[in-house]
């Protein structure tokens, strides 16, 4: 049987639903496997969906139902051919170099001893794996020394194995490897030990484990159900995977590392033994359900580290009574302490600012007096049912989440600041004992049943209040309303309402007119014709006025008609141009309806624009006769709320005024003009604009002013504020006025100017030219001399002040000149080239000539600086001392670098001055290229890839003397897309390894480090180079051997040699790909040094 195949399916669901309308539950798919006669769920999900959405989901899964079925068929013969071929043996061999045994009998239980060298297989079918028939029939299981690896599924749900033994030369435990073994209670874990797969141990019944060192990690699902475990050591463990320890419900003694790194989601889920944990300086976070269900967990400290606990982390743990620390935390996460009924207090601290929904819900005996200022965000039913008396809030919070506070049964009074602007839907219902609330100015809305259930006797409503939800307090709770316009709307419901005044045109004749148009088309149609009645006409026109304010199918009030139907239009200028518009759509339904007999039709006109409605009704109350009206104006008064007035717009936006004098008046509405005593106006400049109080404005000067309009029932207090922009126009003069004279030598301007405010027209401006200068004759006022300038001046005969000065040159001077020989630059001094000087004036020329004249500069030949030469390293050996890289100039012999003495190297394995493997393994792991790590040699610590196969590589290296271990580091070699960092991979005190579980045909990288082991911990004495080795498998191979020109050389001391080396391929039709260079190493570079290049030094006569 293939694990988890599929043979047959079946489907189940589970549906909870108390209710019609809603379906909840669970849809599963279920897979049997038919050698074990069991079902496992392959695909589980939680259902909250109408039960209609339902139907549809099974019609759409349908094709993968009947993909599921074939697939199950077709698995299924392939399970029957495995198992016919099971094998009954008691011996065998897993590949060339593995053989297991099965010691005793089927009846006292059989010892399975496994034996040999490498890793045993993965196994994906049951049927694969050689002892299955005999299962349930093994009692304990031993694994000798040169075993590396337990596979995947080995002992798969075995119910007779009670104790296991592995050697330390096991590395790693595959996953599911013994899956659901409910008799196992033992196990000794060697030491070499360093990964277990996921869910390896997974409902087992393991009470005590003791984890390797080298366990670091522990995978998702490990110990999942292991209800009989009490104990594990977790101290060095750094990082523990989703549900590890879910549900381990003995497990008491848990100490987790100070340097843990993660804990995944519900790691330790329903370990309801667990009373006390520590929590590392290195997490971050607390996740999901961490803790949850832990319930005899009395007390928790978070660190400062910690910023976040998220979702569920401490769900029901009922035991929890204190919390400190939590100075860091940020965010409370949805449900995190919910049901935690001991929990007195919680720390928050300053930097505390999401408080998810149902945080400490449940929190029976949680108090707490303040919410920080630093909380932005509380969720819905975050302080729900605790026991909390007396609650105030903090300045960051601007509204009360919906059944914050709800059935606190102990809370008394409630104090709002002003930054609460709402209080949503039964934010403190149902708190019994609640009958003091304070309100703040600033507050705008009480939700629907915000204070429903408590025994406030009175409440005092700020001014700010706009709109109070229905049954917002008890009925018998006395309000005190401060805005005077709040008022009752029914079902304990208040708004503020507002009244505007103004003026429309009833037009009858077209009223008329539709209905004639309406019983033409019920002829057609053969329906009988509507009747225009009185009561459904008066409505009608109405309505059509309350469009002008508010183009809606609800009121300017908010209400929506109830008993009847209305069709609305907007803009129509005639009646056959307003029917063909309704019914064109959804609108000529009423129209051709057999079920209406009665109509009013509103044909409203209002600032020059027509609004149209009709209201529908079954019976005629009485009829409306057309000779009882005439067209005519109307005034009507129009009610509605604050919530509306927001899709009020203004009628304009910006009025010119031409000239002083009045303009058009402005108006608030685009549809229709309030009367002046709903209007309010006031102008930000009146020296510009002044504002009447029907609207007109009066232009006094060119500018700017803003004219602010309410919509208003008194001058000061109003429901809308709008603006127009008003901009006062010139009156510019048809003649140029000169604004600035001319002079000599700055132009001039004129303009035209407004005769209203004199303001210049910055585009009708004009330059007028300078008029230049009138020079008189020079004059000189200072004659010149061999040795000194002399000047002359001359005077403008237009404005005196104007005076121009020039320079005489001094008079010809004959240079007496001395040459300068020139002198060769050095590697650190300035050089000059051959000039000449006058000794009397001091001037340089280039030539005798008296030619070009110069600068000291010119005559400069700047120092040639060093030329650097590097002087090579000389690596230091067991025999001699070595070199540090240096430099000199190869011109003056300067030395630029000094070459440093490196002390000769120590090979017994004295480590006094070595570095810790930490130190190391962290400059190994952080080196992110291919290439070799800083210090490494081939000499001492000498790595070769011995063999390779598709899915591993043998390593081995030579024996360092003095070396207590060794560590293999390794991963894949980078790709042109990701980088592969080194990471630990084995560590051992052999010198050969199997590195397993890799992908056929790729690229890996290897290098290895020598330990000593001293009082002061472990230190390197050796570091390999790195090697790169493919496995077999794929288009790409490795290097076989290195072809040279010369094995032996003998050279003369100095003399150089070329070594020409080749790299040769084991397959030719394999691609090599080449991650570096050949590289070359002397044994010692006192004999004799090699260059990167290959070309080799001889320096004194001996071997190297």
Not at 289 to 300: G, H, N, R, T, Y
Not at 899 to 907: A, R, T, W
Request: hydrophobic share 35%; net charge positive.
């Amino acid at each position: 049987m293939r694990l988890r195949s599929v043979f047959k399916m079946r489907m189940s669901i589970l549906n909870t639903a108390t209710t019609e309308q809603m379906g909840y539950g669970i849809i599963s798919f279920f897979v049997y496997t038919k050698s074990t006669n069991s079902y496992f769920i392959w695909y589980n999900k939680i259902i909250r969906r109408r039960r209609k959405v339902m139907k549809k989901l099974f019609s759409r899964c349908s094709w993968l139902i009947t993909v599921l079925i074939c697939l199950g068929i077709l698995f299924s013969v392939k399970t029957f051919a495995k198992d016919s071929a099971a094998d009954d043996s008691l011996s065998g061999s897993l590949g060339k170099n593995i053989t297991w045994t099965l010691e005793g009998s089927s009846d006292s239980g059989y010892t399975i001893r496994i034996s040999g060298s490498g890793d045993t297989p993965d196994y994906d079918y049951t049927s694969d794996i050689p002892w299955y028939s005999h299962i349930n029939e093994i009692k304990s299981v031993i694994v000798e020394d040169g075993i590396t690896g337990l596979g995947k599924s080995s002992f798969y749900k075995s119910t007779s194995i009670q104790s296991v033994k592995l050697a330390d030369s096991v590395r790693s435990i595959g996953e599911m490897c013994f899956f659901r073994n409910g008799s196992l209670e033992k196990i000794e874990l060697g030491n070499g030990l360093t990964s277990i797969g996921e869910a390896a141990f997974s409902v087992s019944n393991l009470k005590k484990v003791s984890l390797p060192i080298g366990i670091t990690h522990i995978e998702s699902d490990t110990f999942y159900g292991c209800k009989q475990l009490e104990s594990i050591n977790l101290e060095h463990v750094k990082s523990i995977g989703r549900r590890a320890f879910y549900f381990c419900s003995n497990l008491s003694g848990i100490n987790l590392s100070a340097d843990i790194e993660q804990l995944e989601y519900a790691a330790f889920r329903g370990c309801s033994s667990i009373d006390k944990v520590n929590i590392g300086s290195k997490l971050s976070e607390l996740s999901e359900q961490v803790f949850a269900e832990c319930s005899s967990l009395k007390e928790i400290y978070i660190p400062d580290n910690i910023t976040a606990i998220q979702k569920a982390a401490f769900y029901e743990c009922t035991a929890l009574g204190q919390v400190t620390g939590a100075k860091n935390v940020e965010v409370l996460g949805e449900m995190a302490f919910n049901g935690a009924k001991s929990l007195e207090t919680y720390p928050f601290g300053d930097k505390v600012r999401f408080i998810g929904n149902s945080a400490f819900s449940g929190c029976s005996s949680f108090k707490i007096d303040k919410i920080p200022d630093s909380v932005t965000f509380m969720g819905t039913w975050a302080f729900g049912s605790t026991a909390i008396e007396t609650i105030e809030f903090g300045s960051g919070l601007t509204y009360i989440n919906s059944y914050a506070f709800s059935y606190c049964s102990n809370l008394t009074k409630v104090t709002f600041p002003s930054n609460i602007e709402s209080i949503k839907i039964y934010a403190f219902s149902h708190c019994p004992k609640l009958k003091n609330v304070i309100f703040t100015e600033g507050l705008k809305t009480i939700n629907e049943g915000a204070f429903t259930g408590s025994i406030i006797k009175e409440a005092v409503i700020p001014k700010s209040v706009s709109a109070i939800g229905s049954r917002a307090f008890p009925d018998s709770t006395k309000l005190t309303l401060l805005n005077n316009k709040l008022t009752n709307m029914g079902e304990n419901t208040y708004k503020v309402i507002h009244k505007a005044k103004a003026s429309f045109y009833y037009n009858y004749d077209y009223a008329y007119e539709v209905l004639e148009l309406v019983n033409k088309i019920r002829k057609e149609n053969n329906l009988e014709p509507m009747t225009m009645d009185v009561d459904l006409l008066d409505n009608a026109m109405y309505r059509a006025s309350e469009l002008a304010l508010y183009f809606s199918h609800q009121s300017p009030m908010g209400f929506t008609a109830i008993g009847t139907t209305e069709n609305c239009a907007l803009g129509q200028k005639t009646p056959q141009k307003v029917v063909d518009a309704w019914m064109s759509d959804e609108h000529k339904y009423p129209i051709l309806s057999s079920d209406f007999t009665a109509i009013g039709i509103g044909a409203v006109e209002s600032n020059g624009q027509l609004h149209w409605t009709q209201e529908f009704l079954s019976k005629v109350s009485e009829e409306a006769m057309q000779s009882s009206y005439k067209n005519g104006n109307q005034i009507n008064t129009i009610k509605y709320t604050t919530d509306i007035v927001n899709n009020f717009y203004p009628e304009q936006e910006l009025v010119k005024i031409k000239e002083k004098g009045n303009s058009s008046i402005v108006s608030i509405l685009k549809r229709a003009v309030l009367l002046p005593d709903s209007v309010h106006y006031v102008s930000s400049d009146e020296k510009v604009c002044t504002v009447s109080k029907d609207g007109k404005l009066t232009g006094k000067e060119a500018g700017n002013a803003t004219i602010t309009i309410y919509a208003a029932d008194s001058a000061d207090e109003y429901a809308l504020q709008t603006t127009v922009q008003v901009e006062v126009q010139h009156n510019w003069q048809s003649k140029y006025t000169i604004d600035k004279e001319p002079t000599c030598t700055e132009n001039g301007s004129q303009s035209i100017h407004c005769d209203v405010c004199n303001t210049i027209n910055q585009d009708r401006v004009r330059v007028i030219k300078a008029t230049g200068h009138k020079w008189s004759d020079w004059e000189v006022t200072k004659e010149a001399s061999e040795t000194e300038e002399g000047s002359r001046r001359r005077v403008c005969e237009n404005d005196k002040t104007h005076v121009e000065t020039e320079v005489i040159p001094v008079l010809a001077h004959v240079h007496k000149l001395m040459k300068v020989e020139a002198r060769k630059a050095t590697c650190t001094e300035d050089g000059n080239k051959e000039y000449y000087v006058c000794s009397s004036c001091k001037k340089l020329f280039a030539d005798a000539d008296i030619g070009k004249e110069i600068n000291k500069e010119d005559t400069v030949v700047k120092a040639t600086g060093h030329k650097v030469v590097k002087d090579s390293a000389v690596p230091a050996t067991t025999t001699t001392t070595g070199l540090s890289e240096g430099s000199h100039c190869s011109v003056c012999g300067q030395i630029i670098v000094a070459q440093k003495v490196i002390p000769k190297k120590d090979v017994k394995g004295d480590v006094n001055d070595s570095i810790s493997v930490n130190d190391v393994e962290k400059k190994i792991t952080a080196n992110r290229n291919d290439g070799d790590i800083a210090g490494s040699t081939f000499k001492i610590l000498q790595l070769r890839a011995k063999k390779t196969g598709r899915n591993y590589i043998n390593l081995s290296w030579t024996k360092v003397k003095g070396a207590s271990g060794y560590i293999i580091y390794g991963n894949r070699c980078n790709s042109a897309r990701k980088v592969y960092s080194l990471k630990k991979v084995v560590s051992t005190t052999r010198t050969s390894a199997k590195i397993t579980k890799l992908n056929k045909g790729t690229y890996y990288k290897y290098t290895a480090v020598a330990y000593k082991t001293t009082t002061e911990g472990q230190k390197v004495i050796a570091s390999s180079k790195t090697i790169h080795v493919a496995t077999i498998g794929g288009k790409v191979g490795n290097y076989k051997k290195v072809k040279l020109n010369k094995k032996k050389v003998k050279l003369k001391s100095g003399k150089i040699f070329k070594i020409e080396a080749e790299q040769l391929p084991e397959k030719k039709k394999l691609k090599v790909k080449r991650h570096r260079g050949i590289c070359f190493e002397s044994s010692n570079s006192s004999i004799a040094t090699v260059s990167s290049s290959g070309k080799v030094k001889a320096k004194k006569r001996e071997l190297a």
